[in-house]
Nanobody
């Protein structure tokens, strides 16, 4: 069973930065499009950034220009660099395939104080 382990979340002031990391125990990681999702209290989980196997990226309008997704195929990791954080970015952040194929990990909490 593929495991997803997210890390890097923290409490940060508005305007600050964080870098999230996700380790994916998947033999075929390099062939998969991956994504970062987030779920805020009382809201549905949403896809905020995705990256294809070839490195093409896509972002939700709410994070475009502030977040950057990247991947390291050799180490089976996907990253999310978050800059200019806003209060509304507060959520639990998860990684998964772009289609959410794997069992969700525990996520990592990002809290932005205003």
């Amino acid at each position: 069973q593929v495991q997803l382990v997210e890390s890097g979340g923290d409490l940060v002031q508005a305007g600050g930065s964080l870098r999230l990391s996700c380790v994916v125990s998947d033999t075929f990681f390099s062939l998969r499009a991956m994504g970062w999702y987030r779920q805020a209290p009382g809201k549905q989980r949403e896809l905020v950034a995705s990256i294809t196997k070839g490195g093409s990226t896509n972002y939700a309008d709410s994070v475009k220009g502030r977040f950057t997704i990247s991947r390291d195929n050799a180490n089976k990791r996907v990253y999310l660099q978050m800059n200019s954080l806003k209060f509304e970015d507060t959520a639990v952040y998860y990684c998964n395939t772009k289609g959410g194929s794997f069992t969700w990990g525990e996520g990592t909490q990002v809290t932005v104080s205003s």
